[in-house]
Every structure is written in C-alpha cells, then in structure tokens.
C-alpha cells in the first residue's frame, strides 16, 4: 500500500528566502510522484511529477523536486519565495503500480512568504 | 493535459436535500475520480468512475450516499445525498488522461445549512 507523510504542515519563509516543503513516501511498488499547489478558492494545480525518469524534476515557477529512493523522500525546493508562492502544497503517490491517475495524497503544507 | 470543468462551482444547501455535481472533461479519459477535501484538510478519494460499470468506492464511502454516474468518456455525476453539515466540504473531480498524473477541476464548495 501507498502512503505519503508530509512534513510541517505549516511553513514559514521571508521574501527571497529558499522553500524547503518535505516529503516522505511509502510504495511497494516503484512509485510516481507529484507535487500540487491549491491557491485559495482554487482547484489543484500540478507543479511538477517524477515518473521514474530523472531523479530530479524540475517544475513550473521555478519549483524543482529531487527523488531519493534511499530516503524514500520527495522534497519540493524553490531557491527564492515569491509572495505568490503563497499557498497550499500537496505532495500524492500513485495508487497502486498503474498510471491511472489515481493518487493518494499527503495532509497538505500551507506556505506563508513574509515581505 | 486536459481541462476539467466542474459545475456548481459552489452551492449553500439545506439539510436533507441532495445535490449532482457535475464534471466535463475535454477529451475522452478510461478513469474519473472524486475527491472530497473538509475544511482545513487534504483530499481524500471517494470513488473511481469507470464508463460502463459501476463505480468503485474507498473504505467509508458507500453508493447510498454517493451515487455516480458515468454515461460516456468525458463527463461524471457526483450526487451528495441527504446532505447534512458534516457533508460541507469541496468536492473535486479529476481525471487521469493516461500520463500518471491527474488533472483537476475548480472544485464545488459545499455548504450544508
């Protein structure tokens, strides 16, 4: 079974400063993994996704992920906040070995940029 | 890609009514999903849409209470039945066009009076 553990469920950086969101997977399969963003009153949004490809994955604004199957961890880094970056951050797993689509979904990471 | 539209978009229900939840999606995808999101928490998956079969519903979840509807490849009914507040939440339809990742609706937010 797949599970996802998000570390922090709030995070907290100035302006400029670099975002560090964490996540740990559990799959007894080889896993896909995602990263979403929900901004307020807003749907989700795929950042970025590792489909056993190149262990780091680069996303969209500016947002990047390295996978670690030694630590089985997925964290999503971005070298300087933007206040936009102001959200909600998802870290999902695949369900299962397929590609359907179907994912499990970790608690969720709000991030607040401070000016 | 694909563009999921969901509509309502948000609804104030009172308790004991039911409401359909609609979801388009702009190309033919095998599998739909439903999510619910309370208030303050992650996603949970509710169901699994397939066209031409029942849907597969996760541990909590039952057809009474969730009726979905699957009649082609590119739309999806979520029902709320017998709502009452503890159903207020954000309900979200997604679909996986087959490149492992899953797109997303806007949601539906659902208050419950």
């Known amino acids: 079974a797949q599970s996802v553990t998000q570390l922090g469920s709030h995070v907290s950086v100035s302006e400029g400063a670099l975002v560090l969101l964490r996540c740990n997977y559990s799959?007894?399969?080889?896993?896909?993994l995602f990263w979403y963003v929900q901004y307020p009153n807003q749907g989700l949004q795929l950042l970025l996704k590792?489909?056993?490809?190149?262990?780091l994955v680069k996303g969209i604004n500016g947002f990047e992920a390295e996978f670690k199957k030694s630590e089985t961890s997925f964290h999503l880094t971005k070298p300087s906040a933007h206040m936009s970056d102001a959200a909600e951050y998802f870290c999902?797993?695949?369900?299962?070995?397929?590609?359907?689509?179907?994912?499990?979904f970790g608690q969720g990471t709000t991030l607040q940029v401070k000016p | 890609s694909a563009v999921i539209s969901q509509k309502p978009s948000r609804d104030i229900c009172q308790r004991g009514t039911s409401l359909t939840i609609q979801c388009q999606v702009d190309?033919?995808?095998?599998?739909m999903f439903w999510y619910r999101q309370q208030p303050g928490q992650s996603l949970t998956l509710i169901a699994t849409?397939?066209?031409?079969?029942?849907?597969?519903?996760e541990s909590g979840f039952v057809i009474d209470k969730f009726p979905i509807s699957r009649p082609n490849l590119t739309f999806s009914t979520l029902t709320v039945s017998n709502m009452s507040p503890e159903d207020s939440s954000i309900y979200l339809c997604?679909?996986?066009?087959?490149?492992?990742?899953?797109?997303f609706g806007q949601g539906t937010r659902l208050t419950v009076v």
């Open positions: 997604s679909a996986g066009p087959g490149g492992a990742e899953a797109f």
């Open positions: 799959s007894s399969v080889p896993p896909y």
């Open positions: 590792y489909t056993s490809a190149a262990t």
């Open positions: 999902a797993v695949s369900h299962g070995s397929g590609n359907t689509g179907k994912l499990i």
């Open positions: 190309s033919q995808v095998t599998m």
């Open positions: 849409a397939n066209q031409g079969s029942e849907a597969t519903y």
